[in-house]
């Protein structure tokens, strides 16, 4: 609970004393401490609340404009945010925005909404492209820390990968709340070095903070890892697909989405078809076989799964992909697709964790006969065109392939929220788009002032 939030949420509504009294009897509800100190602790949050709404009355605009910020009037979870469909993908599309107004050189930026960021720098008379990447522990895994550390870092060095990047350090952002045990912390960790000693990428740096310090009660754990590839080679971004390219799947045992998905239906044998390192062994075959200059683009079934991963590709190269739909069946761990079709989740809309390359014919045969080799199974799951959409086709009839309002909904809670289009999208996509551009006008006033010295 954000008992700093819970301040803001109704000092104007309610008399003092009153919120003071409620916002004690929250805390003793997680905290065992004597009621005259929790007594205290409700006070001293008010008044820490009530010293920063005096900003209001301030006569300083500049310094009012810093303080505040410009609110959407749209909440996170109204327009989806991190539920991996059409209203993420929006958002996400407005941070892009925000990056590129700063005009800074980026090889590949946020804008291109690919796996993984790439600068090039020259050493010598070489070019040499960096990629990072990073990826956020699965919330529904804060009770399970070695498998949300284990998952987290399998997904921020697949991404690093597929942008042809062989990788080379991770690092590790770790926040757990106030009253979250210590041992939590550990296990993460632990996670998080299993995938690091498995791949001899090491874990260099990092950070350990408590959620929202001591504002946030509870023990729930959120975090982040990040990793670093170097390659000698562009990219295999999104955009180099061209038409008369063959698509390749390597078989997707799933990650974190799937691993909840199995925990919080109490289908526990499926977490262990998770437990594998299948993804980046396959990259690894196809760096080592001298294929990757060949390649033009590889990307992970993660985001919204293959319909969300299609979905962006067709929209940022205006290209068309054609997918058969019983060959990326076949390519789907048995187990994880038995549990998934008997909890009438959609497999195409969840992400499975397959590596999707983008290759010539003649290349995506040497491709599959090294990832073979290397013991993971890959096949031809469909092609590039020019028709400028994403379409799968099925024994009854051809379907396009669009990303649902959210991912497809893979726990009871997600199915009560639901994954159709709110009525209000289109309004609530204007709102965004003006905090958006509020943020970036805000960012340069700032910048000017700071270049004028006049803060």
């Known amino acids: 609970m954000d008992i700093e939030s819970f301040v803001r949420r109704y000092i104007k509504d309610i008399d003092e004393k009153s919120l003071q009294n409620n916002l004690k009897e929250k805390i003793l509800e997680y905290k065992s401490i004597e009621p005259q100190k929790a007594d205290q602790m409700a006070q001293a949050v008010i008044e820490e609340v009530k010293n920063t709404l005096k900003i209001e009355d301030y006569n300083d605009d500049f310094l009012k404009e810093l303080i505040n910020y410009h609110e959407a009037e749209v909440k996170m979870g109204e327009i989806g945010v991190g539920s991996r469909g059409k209203g993420d993908f929006f958002v996400h599309q407005k941070i892009a925005d925000i990056v590129t107004s700063t005009h800074a050189d980026a090889f590949i930026s946020p804008s291109a909404q690919d796996d993984g960021g790439v600068v090039k720098k020259s050493v010598g008379s070489r070019d040499i492209y960096v990629t990072t990447a990073v990826d956020g522990i699965h919330s529904r895994l804060s009770d399970y820390p070695f498998l949300g550390g284990f998952h987290v870092t399998r997904a921020t060095l697949r991404d690093v990968c597929v942008m042809g990047a062989d990788p080379v350090a991770v690092l590790s952002d770790l926040h757990l709340s106030d009253d979250g045990d ?8 632990a996670g998080v070095c299993a995938v690091s000693e498995l791949l001899n990428v090491p874990l260099v740096a990092g950070s350990t903070l408590r959620v929202g310090g001591d504002m946030v009660l509870g023990d729930r754990l959120v975090s982040a890892v990040g990793a670093i590839g170097i390659s000698e080679y562009p990219p295999t971004a999104r955009k180099r ?5 063959v698509i390749l799947m390597t078989e997707g ?11 919080y239906h109490g289908m526990f044998d499926v977490v262990n078809e998770t437990m594998d390192i299948n993804f980046i062994k396959s990259s690894e075959a196809i760096f080592k076989a001298g294929l990757l200059p060949e390649v033009h683009a590889m990307t992970d079934v993660t985001n919204g799964g293959l319909r969300g991963d299609a979905h962006e590709i067709a929209r940022t190269t205006n290209l068309g992909l054609t997918f058969y739909h019983d060959k990326i069946r076949e390519l789907i761990n048995p187990k994880v697709l038995e549990m998934l079709e008997k909890l009438d989740i959609d497999p195409l809309g969840v992400s499975v964790d397959s590596l999707m390359i983008i290759a010539p014919p003649n290349i995506a045969e040497q491709i599959k006969k090294v990832v073979s080799d290397a013991g993971v199974r890959i ?14 086709i099925k024994e009854d009839k051809d379907e396009e392939l669009k990303p649902l309002f959210r991912e497809s909904a893979y726990t009871e809670i997600k199915k009560i929220v639901g994954e159709t289009t709110p009525d209000d999208f289109e309004t609530m996509k204007e709102k965004v788009e003006k905090a958006a551009l509020k943020a970036i006008n805000k960012k340069d006033n700032v ?6 010295n006049k803060i």
């Open 182 to 189: 210590v041992g939590k912390l550990f296990d993460f960790t």
């Open 241 to 245: 697909a061209e038409v008369g390219d």
């Open 253 to 263: 045992s799933g990650g974190g989405t799937i691993t909840t998905t199995a925990i």
């Open 379 to 392: 096949g031809e799951i469909g092609f590039i065109n020019d028709s400028g959409i994403a379409k799968l």
């Open 447 to 452: 910048v000017k002032a700071i270049r004028r």
